[in-house]
């Protein structure tokens, strides 16, 4: 398994059995310090062509994309328990070993995505809200102080994303 650190024991755990269970991707490099941030992009499902556009720019730019869940072209939602858990365990590993996140809130419905960015916002993780300009995608949650918003209004969102993500590498490295 990869040298990621679960902050929660209880979700070292989870991480674990999923892992066993052929759950988590065991060839997943550990993120190394000097590494450029390593950022998880949420969505909404229905936006993963639109999260994997994201994740591609990114990788472009030099960040390590952890989130896995957008690659798949046949990414669903899952009908059981087991495949629920599988898909959990799998999103849950992938946002313990980031550093951002990048949420895409500004079309769709943003379910577990807001799950998503409450349990990074949970870590102390900063997170660049993308919301649209109508203030649709946008909850209580996009109030808290690691939280940089973006208005997703189609004009350069990609090199203001980055520029924030950027800053927040910048911000890393001083510290």
Sequence with gaps: MSSATFHDPAVARLVERA????????????IRLGQRLAVYVAAPLAQ???AEHFAAALRNHGFAVVSRWHRSSDARDPSSDAERFRVLSGNIADLERCDAMLALCHAGTPRATFGEITWTLRQQKPVVWAHHADGSGRNIFDAHKLVRRVVFDGSNAVG??????????????AS
């Design 160 to 173: 203001r994303i980055i520029a924030e993500l950027d800053a927040l590498a910048r911000e890393r490295d």
């Design 48 to 50: 993963r062509s639109v």
């Design 19 to 30: 892992y066993l269970a052929g759950g988590v991707d065991s060839h997943m490099p550990p």
